[in-house]
Every structure is written in C-alpha cells, then in structure tokens.
C-alpha cells in the first residue's frame, strides 16, 4: 500500500506524519471515507464538497480542491483494487501542544485500502450516551471519533455490528458510521440534521432518489417500526435484523429491499469516470 502524505506517496511504513501533528495531539482534523470501484471514486464531489464543510467548522484553512483532488487520483492509481476505502484525512499540522494550532500549515493524507465487505442485515444495539444536537462539532465529520469507538465496541461485545445513538432530546439520531431510516406505516424516514446526525451522503442521496422522508422520530421507534435499515458509504443500504432484543424477522424487509435496489441502480448510473 502506498499513500499520499503532504504531496508524496509513500510506502506505508514510511508514510509518517510528525507526533506534534495537532490532528493526533488534539484530534484537530477532519475525514472522509469515500468508496472506491476499480479505481474509480464514487460520489467524490460530495464528499469533496462535504470535508471543506466540516473544515471550515473546525477553523482549519480550507483545504485546495484540486490539491485534493490530485492527491486522490494518485492514491487510488498507486493501489488498484476492485473494491477500496479512500480514506482522506486533514489536520491541523505541526503545532504546539494545546488546542490552538496558531497559524500551522495543515497535513494531508490520502490512503487506499481494501473495503471490508458488509454482507447480511445487521443486528444493532442502542446506547446509554446521546448526541448532542448542539455541539460545536455537530455535523461535521472530524477525527474525534471517541464517543462512536467506545459504542461501537459496546455493540461488538453484544454481539451486534453497530450502535444506534439518541440525541439529548431522545430523539433518533445515527449510528456511530452509519445512518438510520425506518419504515412505518409504508412511510420512510429519517431524522432531520437537526437531530445532530452526520449529513450523510448515502442518506442523502436515498432522500433525493427515493420517497423517503425527514421526520423527528422518538428513539422507541426502534422498537416498533416495521423496518430498520442503516446506510453508510461502505455498507450503502443495509438493513436490521436485530435492535437489542428485538428479532425483526425477513429483513431486510419489502420496502427496504426496494430503497437498497432503486439505491444500486442510480449510483451505478452515476459513478464517476
Ligand atoms: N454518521 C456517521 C457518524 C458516520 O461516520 C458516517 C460515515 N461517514 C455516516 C453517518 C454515514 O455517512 P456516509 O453515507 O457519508 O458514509
């Protein structure tokens, strides 16, 4: 493997950032997971589009398109695979310890790696902890990813692949790299940005190529909806089989299913060249 770092690619065991970075003292950075077929970026404008967003939320100098751009087509031509996981990663650079970074010139780091592949439904486990929908970091998709590590470990202790979170209001939010819909009454849905989920782009684009819906949606629905799925860039449309102690038998469900196949057929359609 090799990978792009601050304009060269390397091979990983040389691929070094130095230890006063500020996205590894602080986790002063932000990312994007993008897909990657046979070399080819899936949806990369959005998630281009996506990390100036979430670096201009955390104050870090935006970063250059075309910089961006080029790192990626790099890292992806130096690592052919069929299915890959291009991982972009910007930070704060070489600043002195403590939360301000003064005027530190960023690190950029564009790496490939094999996609791990999520087959089946996933059995899902809810957590004590909220989102909060209010948070200086809300919606941006930074590098301080505790809180999803510490619950994504309680789901894998519990057998399950992934924990859904509430936000401070008890609503529905997201999952800890995934976002959930659930279907009732026919109806799909999602909760709203406001809930302080990530603005995810395979919600996103479920929202623009299907009839699915925005709603604030109580936590409990979990346990009542007649359908569950999660989407993500590496899992796309997937759905639940499982919250806790729920058993939600056949899924994924008929209206999931249809979301996961109109999903398949349109991004198919659009990706890029
Ligand atoms: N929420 C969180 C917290 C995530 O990490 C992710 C994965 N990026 C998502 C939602 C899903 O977003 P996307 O569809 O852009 O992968």
């Not at 950075?29 to 967003?53: N, P, S």
């Not at 990626?72 to 130096?78: D, K, T, Y």
């Not at 972009?88 to 094999?114: F, K, Q």
């Not at 056949?250 to 979301?259: E, K, L, N, Y």
């Amino acid at each position: 493997m090799r990978i792009w770092v601050n304009g060269e690619l390397r091979e990983a065991e040389q691929a070094e950032v130095n230890v006063l970075d500020h996205g590894l003292t602080v986790g002063d950075g932000v990312f994007e997971t993008v897909k990657a077929l046979d070399g080819r970026a899936f949806a990369l404008r959005r998630h281009l589009d996506r990390l100036e967003r979430s670096a201009a939320g955390l104050g870090l100098p935006a970063p250059k398109r075309e910089t961006v751009e080029l790192a990626c087509a790099e890292a992806l031509a130096a690592n052919p695979m069929p299915l890959g996981r291009l991982r972009i990663t910007y930070t704060g650079g070489i600043a002195p310890l403590g939360s301000d970074r003064g005027d530190a010139e960023p690190t950029l780091v564009v790496a490939v790696s094999p996609a791990p592949v999520r087959a089946g439904a996933a059995a899902v486990v809810t957590v004590p902890w909220t989102r909060n929908e209010r948070g200086a970091l809300t919606g941006l998709k930074t590098t301080s990813y505790g809180e999803n590590v510490v619950a994504l470990a309680r789901a894998h202790a519990q057998g399950a692949s992934e924990a859904i979170f509430a936000n401070t209001k008890g609503e529905l939010c997201e999952g800890t790299g995934s976002n959930v819909f659930v279907v009732v009454g026919g109806k799909v849905l999602t909760p709203p940005l406001a809930s302080g989920c990530l603005a995810g782009i395979t919600r996103e684009l479920v929202l623009e190529w299907t009839g699915a819906e925005e709603a604030e949606l109580p936590y409990e629905v979990l346990r009542t909806a007649d359908e569950v799925f999660l989407t993500g860039t590496l899992r796309d449309v997937q759905g639940v089989s499982r919250v806790d102690d729920r058993e939600i038998a056949g899924a994924p469900g008929p209206v999931t299913a249809g979301v996961a196949e109109v999903f398949a057929r349109r991004a198919a359609e659009d990706l890029e060249p």
